[in-house]
């Protein structure tokens, strides 16, 4: 979600929403110049008094109705707007910047180090590319960053004691100033901005030469909410994507020059432009010693630094934050050793990897009713009804590249250019592996690191599995990371020993078609020290000697009910991906979609109606009871707890409906119960909030965070934003996102952690668990199959099977549940549909999956609720969601007061009662607080009152006087008249 999402939206919204108090004061307003008009027929005193008391009544009538708006329509939304905030204090901000830092160092991936070019010592250096003077700090929508006190590439290497050509900076600054906006809201300008070579004058060359031996090129890459990135420019160029009629394909590209076009058609975003592969050539033809530093979280096409002897380093430095490229310049400096590992795998083609066809822009041809009644509902509707095929099932990532290399489908070299977790150092490690250490239900290894180099280092000890497979069954991959570890700072010679454990139900795999449920089948399984994915180390063997079946009766130790088929209705016509006989359908399941006529029926605003679903047998619950309770007394009481129902009793119906309905940045009071108002707000990398008036230090991206391979720098992360939410009074964050990289070109990779799941789980883990220690309570989002941008709000049908689904993109969300304590945690929905259920309204999901299995005890929020032609808040609470996102009209509204309605408000409320008075906000309650808004309104109507009452009397008196003065002089008259 971003900060803002549409904001003349939200003005409309408002404006709409009040529309009833500005007719009344229109009226009022005609009234009084009718009267002003009619009251010219008397004569003076009474001509004048009629009009002044025409004015004072519209005066008065204004005032009522501003009030009653203020203090009802706009009362919520005043409250995000105006709310109490504090201030960051510098201390925090410090702090944040030497996290950001810290963090950094770590997550700097070394993949390339020729004869042992880096580190270099502090001296001249030339940086060539524009990027070098416009870098990727973080991304966009609530991933924004604050760049204003941002420390940029080349500050950050001359901090390290480098010293820069500013003749190539100037050419750079001077050739464009900002960077291209690339924005749901603004647009996007997919423009590359790059100085060509034959640009360069020759003398500029000669002197760079003259000035350092040694020269940097900064190549950078960046999506952004609601827009992934292009996979044809041809199509960005030659604007045909215009044609497609939705905001999530359109955008522009300049070419650099009017002699070619920076791209061929067909080329994708993350190949190198014809500009920059000249720059590339130029640099290397004139430069015994280039480094390649790319600065962006989408795995850019990189096969072509092996093509030049002079390319000696390549560094990957995604969004860096407010401080972290002081880490680059250390990084090359050698003042830090980078230990930083890949999280995706880094192809060379990415036209060749698996879901290249089944991602991007598909809408069905047979559903013009559905997309003709979301106009209806709501008129800026994309107008389509879209979907997006899961077709690689669990082979995404390394686990398809190594599992179709063992199957010889692919010849690995051919493919991969960098495995997953891979990176390099400045020294050299020792791994060496000890016997497993088997209980009745953990796998445990110790592994000794020893630092073989010279130089101090911090190294990644990565513990991978490799199931037993029988040809034709339940799918598993052939690689599979179990759990890591990283050493601490170790010193040349010394070593340290890491204890290494998961559960071996963790090696189960779930099985669709057969038992319904996890299942961990006999056999060997190899448990292997690796470098990366891709190289072991070594290797031991674990027997299951029996296999096991995780259902009903025997559920996962951390299974409040074990899993099952619940989603297999998002299945679809679609084939999948398989392993047997050495992936056979290989051919057929990754091809581009053929069939688009939706099989089934998808509802949008225009066919859902509440009351086809009520239960006649449910009674309506008991609102508006005098029970005398307060939410606080609540404070740390068991979800079951009785008394939750005696303080429910007291909630109106009302007071639900507003409490659900505007839950954009906050969760708003509830007078019946002294319930507080809470503030919520992004993102990612810290407090981010233009609604709010709120911002932080922008941390660096969860990518960087998640090459650290660092749970305790996660965490670190996490508790510096969130000291930063507590300066800002702000208690609810909505982060962290963590969706999976299923393709390179995912618009928000920047914002999610890996391709991996486990990775991604113990990063989201440590950060929550960080910012939940801090009082804070985490939206974790976006639940769940987020992974793509385009198309998220039209009517996004995304097909999958339930074994990918389980094994993968729910993981994240699963391990933080079951870890975190009940009632510390909210989770947010998204956007797109599961099959053809809108996932904000999916109960199967929200109910079955998040509550029943894992026994989640929280709030589930909407993301923005733009309502799309398809948002719904009578669905979305029926579903399980407790809060729309929503800031202002009455999009989110429950309209259905029925007795189910009503009941599964009451469910909702309970839940958000649940998280706010177990969080920071009720740390040090205060009972009976106003808003400081609403008693400069109370004083405010206080004076206009006394001024009203004074002027009321002024008025009275002077009318009186000047009525008997007209009455005397007219009396004197007459008895003039009188006397002639």
């Keep these: 979600m971003g900060n803002v999402e549409v904001a003349w939206e939200d003005v409309i919204s408002v404006i709409q929403l009040v529309r009833t108090h500005l007719i009344v004061i229109a009226a009022a307003l005609i009234c009084m110049a009718a009267v002003m008009i009619i009251a010219g027929r008397w004569k003076k005193p009474v001509k004048g008094f009629i009009r002044f008391q025409s004015f004072m009544a519209f005066i008065v009538v204004v005032a009522l109705v501003v009030n009653t708006m203020l203090s009802g329509a706009l009362y919520n939304t005043l409250n995000v707007v105006l709310s109490d905030k504090g201030e960051l204090s510098q201390e925090n901000i410090d702090h944040s910047r030497q996290v950001i830092e810290e963090i950094t160092g770590e997550g700097i991936v070394l993949t390339k180090n020729k004869d042992s070019f880096l580190p270099l010592a502090p001296q001249k250096i030339n940086v060539f590319g524009w990027s070098s003077t416009n870098p990727i700090y973080g991304g966009t929508g609530s991933g924004t960053v604050d760049t204003t006190t941002a420390v940029g590439i080349l500050e950050g290497l001359e901090n390290a004691g480098f010293e820069t050509n500013s003749e190539l900076s100037d050419l750079y600054v001077n050739y464009r100033a900002d960077r291209p906006v690339i924005s749901i809201n603004e647009g996007q300008e997919w423009t590359l901005p790059e100085v060509p070579a034959s640009k360069y004058p020759d003398n500029m060359i000669e002197y760079a030469k003259e000035f350092s031996d040694t020269a940097v090129i900064v190549l950078s890459r960046t999506g952004g909410e609601g827009t992934d990135l292009p996979q044809d420019m041809g199509s960005i160029m030659d604007g045909s994507t215009m044609d497609v009629g939705t905001k999530y394909l359109k955008g522009s590209y300049v070419n650099n020059s009017v002699e070619y076009a920076d791209f061929e058609a067909g080329q994708s975003y993350l190949e190198p432009s014809r500009t920059e592969a000249d720059l590339v050539e130029m640099v290397c033809s004139e430069f015994e010693n280039v480094i390649v530093v790319y600065n962006g979280a989408n795995t850019l096409e990189l096969d072509w630094t092996n093509d030049y002897e002079q390319i000696k380093s390549v560094l990957l430095c995604a969004g860096a934050g407010a401080t972290g490229f002081n880490a680059?310049?250390?990084?090359?400096?050698?003042?830090?050793?980078?230990?930083?590992?890949?999280?995706?795998?880094?192809?060379?083609?990415?036209?060749?990897?698996?879901?290249?066809?089944?991602?991007?822009?598909?809408?069905?041809?047979?559903?013009?009713?559905?997309?003709?009644?979301?106009?209806?509902?709501?008129?800026?509707?994309?107008?389509?009804?879209?979907?997006?095929?899961?077709?690689?099932?669990?082979?995404?990532?390394?686990?398809?590249?190594?599992?179709?290399?063992?199957?010889?489908?692919?010849?690995?070299?051919?493919?991969?250019?960098?495995?997953?977790?891979?990176?390099?150092?400045?020294?050299?490690?020792?791994?060496?592996?000890?016997?497993?250490?088997?209980?009745?239900?953990?796998?445990?290894?110790?592994?000794?690191?020893?630092?073989?180099?010279?130089?101090?280092?911090?190294e990644v000890v990565e513990l991978y599995y490799s199931p037993p497979y029988v040809n034709g069954g339940i799918e598993k991959s052939s690689v599979n990371l179990a759990a890591f570890g990283k050493t601490d700072l170790l010193e040349p010679g010394k070593s340290q020993t890491l204890t290494i454990s998961f559960p071996i139900e963790d090696m189960a795999s779930y099985d669709t078609y057969g038992a319904g449920a996890y299942v961990l089948e006999s056999g060997d399984y190899e448990i292997s020290l690796r470098s990366d994915s891709h190289n072991v180390i070594e290797r031991k063997v674990y027997k299951a000697d029996r296999t096991i079946l995780y259902d009903k009766d025997n559920p996962h130790s951390d299974d409040v009910v074990a899993a099952e088929n619940r989603l297999d209705f998002a299945e679809g016509d679609v084939v999948y991906l398989s392993r047997a006989d050495g992936f056979a359908n290989y051919e057929e399941a990754v091809k581009a979609p053929e069939n688009f006529e939706l099989q089934g029926e998808v509802q949008g605003n225009g066919t859902y109606n509440p009351e086809d679903y009520n239960n006649p047998e449910d009674v309506m619950p008991i609102t508006g009871a005098d029970n005398d309770m307060e939410l606080f007394e609540l404070r740390g009481a068991g979800y079951d707890d009785p008394r939750w129902e005696t303080l429910l009793d007291q909630v109106t119906v009302d007071e639900m409906v507003e409490l659900i309905a505007y839950g954009g940045h906050q969760t708003a009071a509830v007078d019946s119960v002294k319930k507080l108002r809470t503030l919520d707000t992004d993102g990612p990398a810290g407090v981010n909030s233009s609604t709010l008036g709120a911002f932080g230090t922008g941390y660096c991206s969860e990518i960087v965070i998640a090459q650290t391979w660092n749970e305790e720098l996660a965490a670190k992360a996490a508790q510096g934003i969130s000291r930063e939410f507590t300066d800002y009074n702000i208690v609810g964050w909505?982060?962290?996102?963590?969706?999976?990289?299923?393709?390179?070109?995912?618009?928000?990779?920047?914002?999610?952690?890996?391709?991996?799941?486990?990775?991604?789980?113990?990063?989201?883990?440590?950060?929550?668990?960080?910012?939940?220690?801090?009082?804070?309570?985490?939206?974790?989002?976006?639940?769940?199959?987020?992974?793509?941008?385009?198309?998220?709000?039209?009517?996004?049908?995304?097909?999958?099977?339930?074994?990918?689904?389980?094994?993968?993109?729910?993981?994240?969300?699963?391990?933080?549940?079951?870890?975190?304590?009940?009632?510390?945690?909210?989770?947010?929905?998204?956007?797109?549909?599961?099959?053809?259920?809108?996932?904000?309204?999916?109960?199967?999901?929200?109910?079955?999956?998040?509550?029943?299995?894992?026994?989640?005890?929280?709030?589930?929020?909407?993301?923005?609720?733009?309502?799309?032609?398809?948002?719904?808040?009578?669905?979305?609470?029926?579903?399980?969601?407790?809060?729309?996102?929503?800031?202002?009209?009455?999009?989110?509204?429950?309209?259905?007061?029925?007795?189910?309605?009503?009941?599964?408000?009451?469910?909702?409320?309970?839940?958000?009662?649940?998280?706010?008075?177990?969080?920071?906000?009720?740390?040090?309650?205060?009972?009976?607080?106003?808003?400081?808004?609403?008693?400069?309104?109370?004083?405010?109507?206080?004076?206009?009152?006394?001024?009203?009452?004074?002027?009321?009397?002024?008025?009275?008196?002077?009318?009186?006087?000047?009525?008997?003065?007209s009455i005397r002089i007219e009396a004197v008259n007459t008895e003039g008249e009188s006397k002639k």
């Design 734 to 965: 909505y982060a962290p996102s963590m969706n999976l990289h299923r393709s390179a070109f995912g618009g928000r990779n920047f914002e999610y952690y890996s391709e991996d799941s486990l990775l991604s789980s113990k990063m989201a883990l440590a950060e929550v668990s960080a910012a939940v220690e801090e009082g804070i309570y985490p939206y974790i989002k976006h639940f769940v199959l987020n992974e793509q941008e385009i198309n998220r709000n039209a009517l996004l049908c995304t097909w999958f099977n339930e074994q990918s689904v389980r094994e993968l993109y729910l993981k994240p969300f699963e391990y933080c549940v079951k870890n975190i304590e009940k009632g510390k945690l909210a989770v947010m929905s998204s956007y797109n549909f599961l099959g053809t259920e809108w996932a904000g309204g999916c109960t199967a999901l929200l109910n079955d999956i998040l509550r029943e299995e894992w026994g989640f005890r929280g709030m589930v929020i909407s993301d923005y609720f733009g309502n799309y032609g398809y948002m719904d808040a009578d669905r979305a609470v029926r579903g399980g969601t407790d809060l729309m996102l929503g800031t202002a009209g009455n999009e989110a509204i429950m309209t259905d007061l029925s007795a189910t309605s009503v009941t599964a408000m009451r469910q909702a409320v309970k839940n958000i009662f649940y998280v706010t008075v177990n969080s920071a906000a009720y740390e040090e309650y205060t009972p009976g607080t106003i808003p400081s808004w609403m008693l400069i309104l109370y004083i405010t109507d206080a004076v206009i009152a006394v001024l009203v009452l004074l002027t009321e009397i002024l008025m009275i008196r002077s009318f009186i006087k000047k009525r008997k003065d």
């Design 328 to 458: 680059l310049g250390n990084v090359i400096a050698g003042n830090v050793n980078p230990s930083g590992k890949t999280v995706d795998t880094w192809v060379k083609d990415l036209k060749q990897a698996p879901y290249i066809n089944n991602i991007g822009h598909f809408a069905y041809t047979n559903t013009k009713d559905v997309e003709e009644a979301a106009k209806a509902a709501w008129e800026k509707a994309d107008g389509i009804v879209s979907f997006v095929n899961y077709t690689e099932g669990i082979y995404t990532g390394y686990r398809f590249y190594e599992t179709a290399a063992e199957e010889k489908l692919i010849n690995y070299n051919d493919h991969v250019m960098y495995p997953f977790g891979y990176g390099l150092s400045y020294t050299t490690f020792d791994q060496k592996m000890g016997e497993l250490q088997i209980t009745e239900d953990s796998i445990r290894v110790d592994v000794t690191v020893t630092n073989t180099g010279d130089t101090a280092g911090k």
